[in-house]
């Protein structure tokens, strides 16, 4: 346990945030598995809609340092060609 005043000011910030980049992280993960499942399913009309509300997820995740623009554009990538490869 830290005895530094302004360590444990830290640690409560790093909690705060660890929430909130563990909640968007899930709401990022749950948005690409119903994309893939849209895309296992052969529903591209729905597919579609959730593959923008995923990138939307993705993108806003870039922007508040959830995780790194280059994993995100992976990502986003590998959904859109999914997407593509449909009938």
């Known amino acids: 346990m830290a005895n530094i005043k302004s360590q444990k000011k830290r ?3 790093n909690k705060k945030a660890n929430l909130r980049n ?3 992280k899930s ?3 749950t948005a690409i ?4 499942a849209d895309v ?3 529903d591209k009309v729905n597919a579609v809609k959730d593959l923008n509300l995923a990138i939307s997820l993705l993108d806003k995740a ?3 340092g959830v995780w790194h623009h ?3 554009a992976r990502e986003k990538s590998r959904l859109q ?3 593509n490869e449909m009938k």
């Not at 598995?33 to 893939?36: D, L, P, R, S």
């Open 33 to 36: 598995k119903k994309v893939e």
């Open 40 to 42: 296992s399913a052969n």
């Open 22 to 24: 563990s909640s968007f």
């Open 11 to 13: 640690n409560i910030t």
């Open 70 to 72: 280059k994993t995100v």
């Open 27 to 29: 709401k990022a993960r």
């Open 62 to 64: 870039v922007v508040k």
């Open 81 to 83: 060609l999914k997407v």
